[in-house]
């Protein structure tokens, strides 16, 4: 009886998506082997964590009154029923809550410490062959790059969120069927975030990540709801975030047909032969 060989190529929807989620665990597999790593993307993500987890239980806080604001109707109705419609009301809040809490953690995370994690992705660039075809940009120019086009995704994310928090209202679906499609919209925007410096580092901006990574939409959103589950756990996102970064890079490299095969270990300050860089105006 022929055995299928675990190296044979990745195929059908939930294969690319498990290959999605073990580009996350390939990139925690990096960051927990490299202390220097872990030092440059811990305290970024630590500033972030505290701010937002200080906004997300000023929103718990207020929950109650939020929900009661947007269910004027109940007002006249028994105890019970107006107590359980504002539950649901205050849980379709917490939700949306905590999938923009998510993405605006992500783009500030990245804005804060945008020298920590582009040197970060960087070094996983240089383990698995360098970049080809590498642009030099100036720091301000790429750090202006990607706080417009995070406030762009942040945008469209919010936009996303309004329809999700009106379905949260609804009994049942909006506690089973919401969550799981926030998961999905959250985790593709995690994705397109989080290799924001890979792609910038090619000389290529938002629509060319979103047209590369809708190629294999299944391994990009495996890759973001596992990103999406782990910054939903306490602490999740400040101790993930450069893993996360890192997993993104190996997502676009893979993303562009390159090598994510392994290379020369990763350690900081070593010489690594780095690839000669174009700059911006040269290509």
Do not use: H
């Not at 970060?120 to 417009?148: D, Q």
């Not at 009994?171 to 410096?197: D, K, R």
């Amino acid at each position: 009886m022929d055995v299928p060989s675990i190296a044979a190529p990745v195929t059908g929807v939930v294969g690319r998506f498990l290959s999605g989620v073990g580009l996350l665990l390939r990139g925690i597999g990096l960051y927990v082997r490299s202390p220097g790593l872990m030092l440059l993307g811990i305290v970024p993500a630590l500033i972030s964590g505290t701010l937002f987890v200080a906004a997300f239980a000023t929103l718990v806080y207020f929950v109650d009154d939020l929900a009661a604001l947007v269910t004027p109707f109940a007002d006249d109705w028994s105890g019970t029923a107006r107590s359980l419609v504002r539950a649901i009301a205050g849980l379709a809040f917490l939700g949306v809550g905590g999938l923009l809490g998510v993405l605006t953690f992500t783009a500030v995370t990245l804005a804060i410490g945008d020298p920590f994690y582009e040197k970060i992705s960087e070094r996983v660039e240089e383990r698995y062959g360098g970049t080809p075809g590498a642009v030099e940009v100036p720091f301000w120019a790429s750090l202006r790059r990607s706080v417009v086009d995070s406030l762009r995704l942040v945008a469209i994310s919010a936009l996303v969120g309004v329809p999700l928090l009106a379905a949260g209202l609804i009994p049942v679906v909006g506690q089973t069927v919401v969550p799981v499609i926030g998961a999905m919209v959250g985790g593709w925007f995690l994705a397109l975030e989080l290799a924001g410096a890979p792609f910038y580092r090619r000389g290529m901006r938002l629509p060319d990540r979103r047209s590369l990574l809708k190629a294999d939409r299944a391994t990009t959103l495996g890759f973001g709801v596992a990103v999406f589950g782990c910054f939903l756990i306490p602490l999740g996102a400040v101790l993930i975030m450069p893993a996360a970064v890192a997993g993104a890079t190996l997502l676009t490299r893979r993303s562009l047909g390159q090598s994510i095969e392994l290379g020369q270990p990763i350690e900081l300050g070593q010489p690594t032969g780095e690839p000669l860089r174009r700059s911006a105006g040269e290509r």
